[in-house]
Every structure is written in C-alpha cells, then in structure tokens.
C-alpha cells in the first residue's frame, strides 16, 4: 500500500493563503479592518501612489414648489487622502550546517516567527496611524519615523495647529474647558491625576463630540441588527481605570451576561458602554513609555517626541494617556502586494537556506480639509501602576 503525500508546491500555497488572511484579519485591529466604507480601516489594493476620496455631504436648503433649481445648485465638496505604498520585508537564513543539526522544515518553522513579525508591524503601524497629525497639509507622526510612508515628527507647532484645526475633535481631559486654544502644550498641562482619568462619562463626552462634530464622524454598524457604534482604541493604564470606574463596574456587573467567560468583571476582554466598544490597546503603553529596545516604536509618542511627550505633558510633569474613539474610515490602509513568503535564490552553491516574507502597504489616518476625518482623540491621566 502507498499512501499519498502532499506537493511541496500545494504546501507553499496553502501558506501563502493562510499568510495574506492573517496579515489582513488576525491582532487586535484585524475585525476592524474592511474593504467598505463602514469599515474604521478602510482598506484599498494598489501598487502605486494613490489618494483616497472622500465626497461630502451636499448641503444647502434645495428648493420648493415651482422654484427654478438652475442656479441654485451646490458644490460637490471633496478631498483627497494621498498615500504611497512601500515595501516591508524580513527573513531568516540558515547554512546547511546549522540546518542539518536540527531535522526540521526550515519554510515550516520560520512561518510563525516571521508571520508574527508582519502582524505586529501592520499593528503598531495602525497605532502610529491613530496618534498621527496632520498640519499646513503636511502628514506627521506624533513621534518617531516609522509608520506611514515619508513620514516625521511632528514638532509642537505642528501639533499646535492640528490642536486649532481639530477643537471640534479632540478632548484633554474630562471637560472641553481643558482646550487651551491653538496650544496643544497648555491644554495638555490641565490634565491632572485627580479629575482626569478615563471614566464612563468621558466615553459618553467623546461620543457626544463624535455625534456633533462637524464633518460628521460616522459610527459603524455591527451585526444583524446593523447597531450603530463607535470603537474605542485605549493603552492598558486608560483601559485600567475604566475598568475601575463604578458606573462601568456596575453596568458590567448588572447588565452584562452573567457568565465568567463573557462577563469582563471575570474574564478579559472589551468593555461595552454607551453604543462604544472599548478594546485594550495593551502595546500602545511602549509608544509612550519606551522600554524594548526591539522595538522600532518604543518610547516615540514620550521621550522620543519632537513636541510634546505624553510621558511628562500633564499637569505637574505627569504621565498622559490616549484613547482613540474611531467612526467609519478613521484609517486608510492601501495595500500594494498581499503579504507573501519567498525563498532566498542566492544560495552559495546550495549551501544557504533562507526564507523571508515581502508585503507593500502604507497605512495612514484620513485627513480631510485639515480634519481627523473619522476619529476623537482623547487625551487623559494615566498613570503607570505604583
């Protein structure tokens, strides 16, 4: 009896497949991510520059009766989101001295590592798209060099002007009276550690300000029932005292399932108040407080910021968090080339084995006219546990 075996070259594609779905789906963005305009991240395939649309809303009364509409017609309002796709790779290589000391598939072995690699940069890429900036037409980073293509730091003039062009869109604190006007500095030196943690009501101001923001900032629709919701990005120390505020503590505990696998006062996983879904960002504390050298990321949005650090800019020298309340197309993800593996060809007379993975992409957030298009950012007292 023979029994069959499976073609090498049917395994790589099964690979190949099961890299692009989880490039795309898997980590803590990933049931964000779409190819619609309901989706937070809004994704689009292109190998080349392109900019994203955005038409707005027609406004403007319209007429009546027998009123004669030629005329009275209104602009079409539009903007453009421009963004560059670019390569990221990583690989691993092996001799065959090495290979031959240990029997195993070095192509199978080498997958999760370097999958791994892939989904955390696309992750902390969002991240850095979520606290990014955009000034004078220019896209920032909050801090550092990575993310979207071509992007720097923004320097506190730059964040002073965003602060300006976004008052409707961004909260420092629990009251809107924290803005200081055009300084993004003062506003965030009026967050303290006694008054300005993330609490229930916060969640509920910043979905107000999404509510009333103008463009509007849309809430995406879940589910059968189409629920409209906002989703909430949030660092472990945010998403800490929220699970310590009583008005959450008692909505858990008196309307959520009473059940220790769903219940969040027993298991961990999202918090669920007022229409927002509230999901642990647990690696967005590094891009305040650094820590890991292995991190490209690490320490950017604190000590390693041209403007502002969140790891000293509160009241007294204190530790800011941020949280991102996010609506429909709040981050443009353009994908160039799905991520793939490729074997190494330069292989020293078949002494070297190497095997990488290769995908093009750029990931900003979308501004238009100036304006964080889908997105309140929230700034708030967060400080690390004593």
């Excluded at 071509?150 to 409707?168: R, V």
């Excluded at 945010?238 to 696998?261: C, W, Y």
């Excluded at 353009?334 to 991520?339: E, H, I, L, Q």
Aim: charged share 20%; net charge neutral; proline share 2%.
């Amino acid at each position: 009896m023979t029994s069959a075996t499976i073609n090498s070259g049917n395994k790589t594609t099964r690979f190949q497949k099961e890299v692009r779905r989880e490039y795309v789906r898997d980590g803590v963005y990933g049931d964000a991510i779409g190819n619609d305009i309901n989706s937070i991240i809004q994704t689009n395939k292109n190998l080349k520059k392109i900019s994203i649309p955005l038409v707005g809303k027609v406004g403007g009364a319209g007429v009546t009766g027998s009123s004669q509409l030629s005329g009275s017609e209104q602009p079409l309002s539009n903007y453009a989101q421009t963004m560059q796709p670019t390569y990221y790779r990583q690989g691993v290589l092996v001799d065959n001295e090495e290979n031959e000391l240990a029997e195993f598939d070095l192509f199978q072995e080498a997958r999760p590592a370097l999958m791994d690699w892939a989904m955390e940069l696309k992750r902390d890429q969002i991240t850095q798209a979520l606290g990014a900036i955009e000034a004078g037409g220019t896209y920032y980073n909050y801090g550092g060099t990575g993310g979207a293509y071509g992007a720097t730091a923004a320097s506190a003039t730059n964040l002073d002007t965003w602060n300006t062009n976004n008052a409707d869109r961004i909260i420092y604190g629990k009251t809107i009276s924290n803005y200081s006007a055009g300084d993004h500095t003062a506003s965030l030196l009026n967050i303290d550690t006694t008054n300005d943690k993330m609490t229930a009501a916060l969640v509920t101001l910043a979905k107000r300000r999404a509510n009333l923001a103008r463009p509007k900032i849309r809430p995406v629709k879940l589910g059968r029932n189409k629920s409209a919701v906002y989703v909430m990005y949030i660092g472990s120390f945010g998403f800490r005292d929220l699970k310590q505020d009583s008005t959450i503590a008692q909505a858990n505990r008196e309307a959520r399932p009473r059940d220790v696998k769903e219940n969040p006062i027993f298991a961990d996983g999202d918090l669920f108040y007022d229409g927002v879904i509230i999901k642990e960002v647990c690696d967005m504390d590094v891009f305040i407080d650094g820590g890991d050298a292995s991190n490209p990321y690490s320490g950017v949005w604190g000590a390693g910021a041209a403007g502002d650090s969140l790891a000293t800019g509160g009241n007294g020298g204190t530790r800011v968090g941020v949280a991102f309340l996010c609506g429909a197309q709040a981050v443009a993800f353009v994908m160039g080339r799905n991520a793939e593996f490729k074997r190494r060809k330069e292989d020293d007379y078949e002494h070297l084995n190497g095997v990488a993975v290769s995908m093009k992409h750029d990931i900003k957030k979308t501004f238009y006219n100036n304006k964080q298009h889908g997105m309140v950012t929230v700034f708030h007292s967060a400080s690390a546990d004593a």
